[in-house]
């Protein structure tokens, strides 16, 4: 059965205090490793597509990395407007697309001023 | 350009009824999923679509159908509805193919009392 698991639950960071997100991930035929950001009562905003080990993509203060057996998403001096839940998902070809992903339970990150 | 469009955005059904939501892929996407998130969970899969034709679905009952319609738009049915459905719904677009940038709306929120 296909598993992505994220770790901490829950993070709280002062702004400019870097730290990383976990995403550990066992996916049958994996051909996609995906981050999100949801805030509070919205649909998930994109974030990254990974696809193969040693990958790396950045956005603004956010890097993302992928190995055989785990991601992370590494947040660089955040500030407050940081502050959401980030989900993992693992993606795999259902037919000829990539519609099926399955989700951790997401890691909310609280940044103070 | 618009996004994932959604609709009705909340709606209050009772036990026993029966719920249509709408979805309207971004202009030129082919691929269409459906996802069921509950309060303080990652989102679930429930169905793709791609090309009008259904490409995979998940662990969910019977009592939930979808279809897509030429247009690529989207509907999904959900029959005889228990508490336990109460969430939020979420469609997900895709061009399909290669393609695999998966994009959300913002969701149905569905409370069944």
């Known amino acids: 059965e296909d598993q992505v698991t994220q770790s901490p639950e829950a993070l709280r960071l002062q702004e400019g205090e870097s730290s990383s997100l976990n995403c550990s991930y066992t996916v049958s035929g994996l051909r996609g490793l995906f981050w999100y950001r949801q805030d509070p009562g919205k649909g998930p905003e994109f974030l990254f597509t990974l696809y193969s080990a040693g990958e790396e993509k950045e956005k603004e203060r956010l890097k993302a990395t992928l190995t055989k057996k785990e991601s992370f998403l590494h947040i660089t001096a955040p500030k407050p407007e940081d502050s959401a839940t980030y989900l993992c998902a693992g993606g795999n070809a259902g037919g000829t697309s990539y519609g099926k992903l399955t989700f951790g339970q997401g890691t909310i990150l609280t940044v103070h001023p | 350009d618009a996004g994932v469009t959604q609709s009705p955005t909340h709606l209050i059904k009772t036990r026993g009824q029966h719920v249509t939501l709408r979805c309207s892929p971004i202009?030129?996407?082919?691929?269409v999923s459906w996802y069921q998130q509950v309060l303080g969970q990652g989102p679930q899969f429930i169905f793709q679509y791609y090309e009008k034709e259904e490409r995979g679905r998940g662990n969910f009952p019977d009592r939930f159908s979808a279809r897509q319609f030429p247009n690529y738009s989207s509907e999904l049915n959900v029959n005889a509805l228990l508490l336990g459905d109460s969430a939020l719904y979420l469609c997900?677009?895709?061009?399909?193919?290669?393609?695999?940038?998966?994009?959300f709306g913002e969701g149905s929120w569905l409370t069944v009392v």
């Open positions: 202009s030129g996407h082919k691929s």
């Open positions: 997900a677009s895709s061009f399909g193919g290669s393609e695999n940038t998966i994009y």
